[in-house]
């Protein structure tokens, strides 16, 4: 890979003009190092949150080394998503667009996407999995920091202990239910967007059918409005 | 404990009754703490190190005979001291032993995660099992009594074990041994609770303690370390005894309604994600593949 890949910005046409760069390799590199550690937080947290899971921990070396690194590689989520919020924070802004196109969601689901008007980089259901995850690691990081230094909670603050524990439960069930439907979609259902998140690539066709606006923005190219 | 398995029910080639077959024997301890006869001395605090192979740690001093502030993960005994001032207007200094309380309902046990790190003994003695331990803390979340402690070097919990190793051979807690006034006593629920009845009616009748009486809390289900207390309707003056202890609700719902609601939203989510690809399958971009379009060929 040149030096002009690696700087290459998302929007940039390649291949001929074939191939359109979605994800830019700073970019695709922070949503794998968010995608693993976050994997990793999920499998041992499942494993300290029910004993028939507990074989998880086995997984990674057994409860007290799954236990002694949890919170060390939730700190790199954290700072990954600190990073992707730097990152995308304005692309994830909630536009008109956005709103227009949340009204056909049901045409989404049932794969009926003609019927749906055009949006921008990211379409709604994107980027409410995106700010699920934003205050779900605030949220995890805070009670997280609570039950990791749990006895420097003094005694007469109790209740910030036991507060820590529901909140740190019901922010990580949060963020499960939004990854589920994060990785189905990204695999299975959206085809091209697993390949997308690896190798930053979108075909011509895909960015039209699936983000128009920004298909329109990046080739400047309107020929497909009805 | 141990007894309770080597009871024998038959014997072979034995004419008449077994000997001891019928006999019923209660097996669940108790260790009382009279804390009207309790004099400070802390005998039983280093009784406590001895018996478990801790060495005296360093003391903080805060303007009371306190040792420290509270137990500490190789501190599990310590006499907490408070100075009280009573409606008309004379002092009591209040002594009480402070130590794991052994809940019949165990706080820690409910909210440890890792298998068999807690164990509850039917003698009803709750013991950590280190070898066992992950060291997350919950059980610091989960008891109301704050007495399980976090041990930055071995990074494992460490609490009283009601002297467990010694109980189990028919020997009584350390700490017991060493009461010099006989504050503390030790034998089985019931002898113990009859005696604390009896001391609290003797509080009340004669010594002008019109508020004496035992504390074993029910919100835990009871405990097998019990108090006389001069004053039982104020347990908080007798540094910080809560009045009515429970395990803390944030637990309960986490280890119980929560548990079932998101294993049932973790599977429904997947089974959710799995019908709708066999209903709806996947969005393909057609011209993706060249067959149409803008005419370029799939790479």
């Keep these: ?226 | 404990m141990s007894q309770a398995t080597t009871k024998i029910v038959r014997m072979s080639g034995h004419a008449g009754t077994v000997p001891g077959a019928g006999f019923n024997r209660e097996y669940d301890v108790c260790k009382l703490i009279d804390t009207t006869t309790c004099i400070g001395c802390k005998a039983c605090e280093v009784a406590c190190l001895e018996w478990n192979g801790y060495t005296f740690s360093q003391t903080t001093f805060d303007n009371s005979y306190q040792t420290m502030p509270e137990t500490a993960w190789n501190y599990w005994n310590l006499i907490k001291f408070n100075e009280h001032q009573r409606d008309d207007g004379s002092m009591m200094l209040l002594m009480r032993k402070d130590q794991c309380m052994h809940c019949e309902d165990p706080g820690c046990l409910v909210a440890c995660p890792a298998d068999a790190a807690i164990v509850q003994y039917a003698n009803g003695i709750v013991d950590f099992q280190e070898g066992n331990c992950i060291g997350c803390g919950y059980c610091v979340s989960g008891c109301p009594f704050n007495i399980p402690k976090f041990s930055p070097t071995s990074k494992k919990v460490f609490k009283c074990t009601l002297c467990n190793d010694r109980v189990s051979v028919g020997l009584e807690p350390a700490c017991i041994k060493a009461c010099p006034t006989g504050c503390l006593h030790f034998g089985t629920k019931s002898e113990m609770k009859e005696l604390a009845d009896t001391r609290a009616k003797q509080l009340r009748d004669v010594s002008g303690f019109a508020d004496a009486g035992v504390y074993d809390p029910d919100g835990v289900g009871g405990t097998h370390v019990i108090y006389v207390l001069h004053d039982a309707k104020n347990p908080e003056i007798y540094g910080g005894l809560p009045k009515n202890p429970t395990i803390p609700w944030t637990v309960r719902i986490w280890k119980g309604p929560l548990k079932w609601i998101g294993n049932l939203a973790i599977v429904g989510g997947i089974i959710g994600v799995t019908l709708h690809y066999l209903r709806f399958g996947p969005k393909v971009v057609d011209d993706d593949r060249g067959k149409n379009g803008d005419g370029h060929e799939r790479r």
Aim: charged share 15%.
């Design chain 1, 1 to 226: 890979m040149s030096g002009a890949d690696v700087a290459m910005r998302s929007g940039a046409v390649t291949h001929g003009g074939d191939r359109i760069l979605r994800y830019s390799l700073v970019e695709r590199v922070n949503h794998w190092i968010a995608g693993l550690t976050y994997i990793y937080l999920l499998l041992t947290g499942l494993a300290f949150w029910s004993p028939y899971l507990f074989w998880m921990a086995v997984i990674f070396g057994g409860g007290p080394a799954s236990r002694f690194w949890h919170p060390w590689i939730g700190l790199v989520f954290f700072v990954s998503m600190m990073w992707m919020y730097k990152m995308w924070a304005e692309d994830m802004r909630t536009t008109n667009a956005d709103l227009a196109w949340k009204e056909k969601v049901g045409d989404y689901i049932r794969n009926q996407d003609d019927n749906l008007p055009p949006i921008g980089r990211f379409n709604w259901g994107q980027k409410q999995y995106f700010w699920v995850m934003f205050w779900g690691i605030i949220l995890l990081l805070i009670s997280g920091v609570g039950l990791w230094f749990v006895e420097g909670i003094p005694w007469s603050l109790r209740y910030l202990r036991y507060a820590a524990v529901i909140v740190h439960v019901g922010a990580s069930l949060i963020t499960i239910g939004a990854f589920i439907i994060h990785v189905y979609m990204g695999t299975a259902m959206v085809r091209g967007g697993f390949t997308s998140i690896v190798r930053g690539e979108v075909s011509r066709a895909w960015a039209k059918k699936h983000h128009r606006l920004w298909y329109e923005k990046v080739t400047g190219d309107t020929s497909a409005r009805r």
